[in-house]
């Protein structure tokens, strides 16, 4: 069975840090491509960030360029996300996201808040 579980969220002033972190089992994790969503209150879902298994590209939505880092140890089945100078329209539910056959696969999801 496939599961992704996320760790690493909570409460953090703003220009804080935190990394978060995706444990993967399951499936072969270092052959697939990974993602992280997050959905902010009353919004819709916000592609983030994804990592090429195979070349290891990174790829960041533009908000978040020069302050989140995606990474991943595949021989810990783990992803992560880096988040660095951290703003107020940073809060919300993060997920991480990996497709396999066409078929997305989801975390539970774990929140993240940037308040004062």
């Known amino acids: 069975e496939v599961q992704l579980v996320e760790f690493g969220g909570g409460l953090v002033q703003p220009g804080g840090s935190l990394r978060l972190a995706c444990v993967a089992s399951?499936?072969?994790?270092?052959?697939?491509?990974m993602s992280w969503v997050r959905q902010a209150p009353g919004k819709g879902p916000e592609w983030v960030s994804g990592m090429n298994s195979g070349t290891g590209s990174t790829y960041y939505t533009d908000s978040v360029k020069g302050r989140f880092t995606i990474s991943r140890e595949n021989a810990e089945n783990t992803g992560y996300l880096q988040m660095n100078s951290l703003k107020a329209d940073d809060t919300g539910v993060y997920y991480c996201n990996v497709k396999i056959f066409d078929r997305d696969y989801w975390g539970q999801g774990i929140q993240v808040t940037v308040s004062s």
């Open positions: 399951g499936f072969n994790f270092r052959t697939y491509d």
